[in-house]
């Protein structure tokens, strides 16, 4: 996925009746800074790393034998190609794109859980200020599900109301 296919803004969809329309309207012109902010993030697959090692952040290779995501690609592919966008507080962001275009990549690079084959070769992905590339693991987990998440592409399975 390029930059040039994300659009960020004001949810359209929200009901704009009373606070929620004041809101939306103030996001579109916040001066405040990003809650998240990405800038020139490339992801690519292929070329995996050794056995027994895992690719985490800008490149580096943490040892993780457990790890059964993902297959080599025959030949390195560029999944992310110097993406940017900021989210400001009040603000929705939504991938869309037809199947095969980089949603998920796009989501799984920002959250650090990328298959074996991928790796981050550049860019910034800032959390109220923190680099999320330059935390370790351990950090990253504490950041996953509370800070930052995502709704996998089969919501029913994510979005169970029985469970809490």
């Not at 292929?46 to 580096?60: L, T």
């Not at 390195?76 to 199947?99: K, Q, Y």
């Not at 950090?139 to 994510?158: D, K, Y």
């Amino acid at each position: 996925m390029t930059g040039d296919g994300v659009q960020n803004g004001p949810n359209p969809t929200a009901d704009r009746s009373g606070d929620m329309a004041d809101r939306d309207s103030a996001a579109q012109y916040s001066t405040e800074p990003p809650l998240l902010e990405v800038r020139q993030l490339t992801t690519e697959l292929g070329e995996p790393p050794k056995p027994g090692q895992r690719r985490m952040g800008r490149g580096r290779a943490l040892e993780d034998a457990g790890d059964s995501l993902g297959s080599a690609a025959p030949r390195p592919v560029r999944v992310c190609d110097a993406l940017s966008f900021d989210i400001r507080p009040g603000e929705t962001l939504a991938l869309v794109g037809e199947s095969g275009c980089g949603k998920s990549m796009t989501a799984l690079s920002l959250m650090r859980l990328l298959p074996l084959s991928g790796r981050i070769l550049s860019g910034t992905v800032r959390l109220e200020g923190r680099d999320l590339l330059d935390l370790t693991e351990r950090e990253m987990r504490a950041v996953r599900g509370g800070q930052l998440g995502m709704i996998f592409q089969e919501p029913q399975t994510s979005l169970n109301p029985v469970l809490s």
